[in-house]
């Protein structure tokens, strides 16, 4: 696999600097991160949520949980759901389901953005394929995106053995 065409495009057209990087599947950010050697803190996952009706997309740590919850509140919505893998594939079916960069790419969908993705130097996310990502400086990415920002995650807790 390599880079989507159009992940590549968008960052060249923006002329920010960024290294694609490529890897056997990794089909979580967690995975991702392990894969790419790079902290889960610094790996940008998208979870996709429907509220009220609506996609939109929550950007934070691979480390970190979504809190629904905190999302309706902060939004101000009456249901907020996971997407189900159909309505991935119907508003982001130019990339791997499961694999959407953090970008704003798709028109009349919503970014949103966790503090806790607020951090100095690099960030590593999902160029559209399960094998491929790009590393690039948080600062470009943040300025490219211009997301809002709200506190709306916690730190996942890694299972019993």
């Not at 902290?39 to 934070?60: C, F, N, Q, W, Y």
């Not at 990502?133 to 997301?147: C, G, H, I, T, Y």
Request: hydrophobic letters at 45%; one cysteine or more; aromatic letters at 8%.
């Amino acid at each position: 696999m390599s880079t989507a065409t159009w992940v590549k495009s968008e960052l060249e057209q923006c002329g920010v600097a960024f290294e694609e990087m490529h890897h056997p599947e990794a089909y979580t950010a967690q995975t991702l991160a392990q894969r790419e050697h790079f902290s889960g803190h610094r790996v940008a996952k998208v979870v996709v949520a429907m509220i009220d009706g609506r996609p939109v997309e929550l950007i934070l740590p691979a480390s970190r949980r979504v809190l629904l919850d905190r999302v309706r509140r902060l939004l101000g919505a009456r249901e907020v759901r996971l997407a189900s893998e159909q309505e991935m594939e119907q508003y982001f079916g130019d990339c791997e389901t499961g694999a959407i960069p953090p970008l704003r790419h798709w028109q009349n969908v919503e970014v949103l953005m966790d503090t806790a993705m607020q951090v100095p130097g690099d960030i590593l996310f999902p160029a559209g394929t399960h094998s491929d990502a790009v590393s690039m400086r948080f600062e470009d990415w943040f300025r490219l995106v211009n997301p809002p920002v709200a506190s709306f995650s916690e730190a996942e807790v890694a299972p019993l053995r």
